[in-house]
Nanobody, 116 residues
């Protein structure tokens, strides 16, 4: 059974950086992983995803500022967030999606707050 645990959120000033980590125990290297976020009063949106083969995708608003990467040996993905903006404030949720069955497992989320 896959379990997803995030870490690395916090409070940062605008223009600053944070790195989120997410470990999916029980996952395989073929599974896709990534990050969604949800701000108060808004729908959850995909921020960045990475396949088992390393292909990445980003929502337009973070392209050039955020970088997703993964360490297969640790079943861990990272989200390096630079030049943070107040509009990046949200709860960030990591997911793992099974390569063979497409089954999604979510983490509990980690709060990112960017002050102006």
């Amino acid at each position: 059974q896959v379990q997803v645990v995030e870490s690395g959120g916090g409070l940062v000033q605008a223009g600053g950086s944070l790195r989120l980590s997410c470990t999916a125990s029980g996952s395989t290297s073929n599974d896709a992983m990534g990050w969604y976020r949800q701000a108060p009063g808004k729908e959850r949106e995909l921020v960045a995803g990475i396949t088992g083969g390393g292909a990445t995708n980003y929502v337009t608003s973070v392209r050039g500022r955020f970088t997703i990467s993964r360490d297969h040996a640790k079943n861990t993905v990272y989200l390096q967030m630079n030049v943070l903006k107040p509009e990046d404030t949200a709860v960030y949720y990591c997911y793992s999606r099974g390569y063979s069955n497409g089954y999604l497992v979510w983490g509990r989320g980690t709060q990112v707050t960017v002050s102006s």
